[in-house]
């Protein structure tokens, strides 16, 4: 989305962009500039995700974050913050206080709330930090709702929610989907879509929960799409299960309409999120499924088909229920779901950044 969203403000002519990323990250470094048409991006030291509230203090790297931005003259600056913890260096590089600065903000919950090691100390070493912002771009009504009580700041500090993408997946053939993932014809599948990360995606939950299914419906398929650090971990739940033949690991999946077309319902067990995509793209394409009562998945799934997070027991209940469901008594909250994903997307996903990053302007 960030790209996307750089894209855009690059493409709408209304700004001229620069941008900063690390080094390291070629990837990422290369999409910005790309997006941006830049031919480089000022370098900046990545900051390591173990304890990053800890690294954000690190005083050689803000030494070099504070050389790399010191020649930058800018009206404005857009900061990606995945979390408040993690991006929020130029905060405390001593920055020109002339130039306003706006946080696009993916997860807003604390460190604390969340159950992370040390996550109050985290927490307050991060609220230095955010608290410098003028302003915050947050994915989802519920984040924004809960902001000033997580991340209190000076009352001038402007809250908004920004829109998602509208997403562009498309339903395909069912037989050709499975067929392209090597997934048989006739056995019921659910899937999992999503960075193999168990602290915040939950495939632990997902992996209990199968364990119980499957102990009634034997031929029950569950297939995960993503990649991650905790991959080993997650395959590791998985044959302490016993659930080897129950379980395909697709890894990286760029063709998300085939996915979505290839199975029968959706898991999202997630224990945070912002707002995931694939909850947008699933009732897109048409695809029930059971989420977690979380963040932006409170704005966009069914009430009626979330649970809480954590629970497999309420996650098994939840799915044996949907696959028992003829398909037509689905309708109405998939029909219900699009008519929310209207209201939270938009074709031109720079436009209420663009907004944001004007009023910070003129505010200043």
């Known amino acids: 989305m960030l790209c996307e969203v750089v894209s855009g403000l690059a493409s709408g002519g209304g700004f001229e962009l620069m941008v900063a990323a690390p080094a390291e ?3 990422l470094t290369g999409r910005l500039t790309d997006a941006a048409g830049v031919e480089s991006a000022l370098a900046v030291p990545a900051q390591a995700l173990p304890l990053a509230a800890f690294d954000l203090y690190d005083p050689r790297r803000i030494r070099a974050v504070r050389k790399a931005l010191s020649g930058v003259v800018a ?7 995945p979390s408040a913890e993690y991006g929020a260096t130029p905060l405390l590089a001593k920055r020109d206080p002339a130039i306003p600065v706006v946080g696009f903000m993916h997860v807003s919950g604390t460190m604390g709330d969340l159950g992370f090691r040390l996550g109050r100390i985290r927490e307050g070493l991060a609220r230095r930090a955010v608290s410098r912002l003028d ?3 947050l994915l989802s009504g519920q984040a924004a709702r809960a902001y000033p009580r997580q991340w209190p700041a000076d009352e001038s500090t402007e809250i908004n929610v920004v829109r998602m993408p509208k997403p562009t997946v498309k339903a395909i053939d069912r037989g050709q989907a499975r067929q392209g993932f090597g997934l048989p014809p006739d056995r019921p599948v659910v899937g999992m879509a999503g960075r193999l990360t168990i602290k915040q995606k939950g495939q632990d939950t997902l992996v209990e929960a199968a364990r119980s299914l499957v102990a009634d419906r034997p ?3 569950f297939v995960v799409a993503g990649d991650g ?4 971990k997650v395959e590791g739940l998985i044959a302490a299960a016993g659930l080897e033949d129950n379980f395909s690991m697709l890894g990286q999946v760029s063709d998300m309409s085939a996915f979505l077309s290839a199975i029968d ?3 999202i067990p997630s224990r945070f999120e912002g707002l995931p995509l694939i909850a947008l793209e699933a009732l897109t394409v048409g695809v029930p499924g059971v989420a977690t009562s979380v963040d932006g998945l409170c704005d966009a799934w069914p009430a ?3 649970v809480e997070p954590g629970d497999p027991t309420a996650l098994a209940d939840a799915l ?5 469901t003829e398909s037509a008594a689905r309708q109405h909250f998939i029909s219900s779901g699009r008519d929310r994903i209207k209201q939270l997307t938009s074709t031109d996903a720079a436009a209420d950044v663009a907004a944001c990053l004007e009023r910070a302007v003129a505010r200043d």
């Open 219 to 221: 031929e029950l398929l």
């Open 25 to 27: 990250n070629a990837e």
């Open 135 to 137: 302003s915050v771009c």
């Open 320 to 324: 044996g229920h949907l696959l028992d």
């Open 265 to 267: 319902l959706i898991a």
């Open 75 to 81: 009206d404005v600056m857009l900061l990606n913050l």
């Open 229 to 232: 650090q905790d991959r080993a």
């Open 304 to 306: 009626e088909w979330r």
